[in-house]
Nanobody
């Protein structure tokens, strides 16, 4: 099982980016999925999370600017980031706490490799 994140880049303050994270492998079902970010010298923190049914959570600093969504059929989540600020600069990681495989096994704590987002002032 792999999570592959894409869509990062360099953008000016006020700009937008859309991240995508695709899950691949012999997957039956994924429950919650989320986006985390880690700035240099700082902890990795949760940015947004979405349940299989579409319930969403946002960290306070991104609420109203970022939108998380998912396409269950494509095993993909997205993070639309608008109104980007320099303090949003970080490596963004997608995460799934648990993934049910077709073998009925469960993979836990699955992380993608991360995609760099840099916001210039």
């Amino acid at each position: 099982v792999q999570l592959q994140a894409s869509g990062g880049g360099l953008v000016q303050a006020g700009g937008s980016l859309r991240l995508a994270c695709v899950a691949s492998g012999s997957i039956l079902q994924i429950a919650d999925m989320g986006w985390y970010r880690q700035a240099p010298g700082k902890q990795r923190n949760l940015v947004a999370r979405i349940s299989r049914g579409g319930s969403m959570y946002y960290e306070d600093s991104v609420r109203g600017r970022f939108t998380i969504s998912r396409d269950n059929a494509k095993k993909t989540i997205y993070l639309q980031m608008n109104g980007l600020k320099p303090e949003d600069t970080a490596v963004y990681y997608c995460h799934a706490p648990s993934i049910m495989l077709r073998s009925s096994e469960i993979e836990t704590d699955v992380w993608g490799r991360g995609t760099q987002v840099t916001v210039s002032s």
